[in-house]
């Protein structure tokens, strides 16, 4: 069996931020668990939101002419993936918010054209949620979990774990929080294993 396909998208438009550094982390476990790992920046694609012509009604693919099928593709395909996103405003990048708007294609397949993802190999599909906001507060992530939550409920995955923490802003904040970067590890490792 070959190893767990996994994806890492970084969705910040900020290279080498906190976020990033997160995934970073759960992206070397990930590859000593033996996983298979794309990593990808979001800001390097052009994905527009959905503009809603309702094209994927019938097909389930959607028909905006942009980067968007790069994604599509991989979104049916690997058994896991590991979402990296910033608090902006207590919720959701807007780069995040449209890549995981233009799954609407998806929810069509899944909930009006019956076709559901299956997991490959019996490799259960799982996703994962890695995150840093500047604000502190007990309800600093509580969007953001609930529009992953249900992204990865429409991709026929797992919700599976996440590691978040507040009160990192600037650039490298992460580094003072070692502990954090070691849970990403072990979030990783847990994702590349079968």
Known sequence: MEGVRVLAISTSP???????ALLDRAVSGALCAGAEVEKVILHDF???????????EKTGECVIQDDYPFFYERFL???RIIMACPVYFMGVPAQAKALVDRCQCIWMRKYRLK????ATDG???????VSAGAFKSPGTFDCLMKVMKYFYLTLD?????????????AKGDIEKHPQTLEA???????AGTP
Do not use: W
């Open 77 to 79: 395909s690997v058994d």
């Open 46 to 56: 052009q994905v527009s939101p959905c503009l809603e012509k309702r094209g994927c």
């Open 123 to 129: 490799v259960g599909r799982r996703g994962y949620l």
């Open 157 to 169: 995955m797992e919700f599976a774990g996440d590691v978040c923490i507040d009160g990192v802003d």
């Open 115 to 118: 076709k559901r993802i299956e």
């Open 14 to 20: 900020r290279r080498g931020g906190n976020s990033e």
């Open 184 to 190: 990403a590890y072990r979030l990783g490792a847990a």
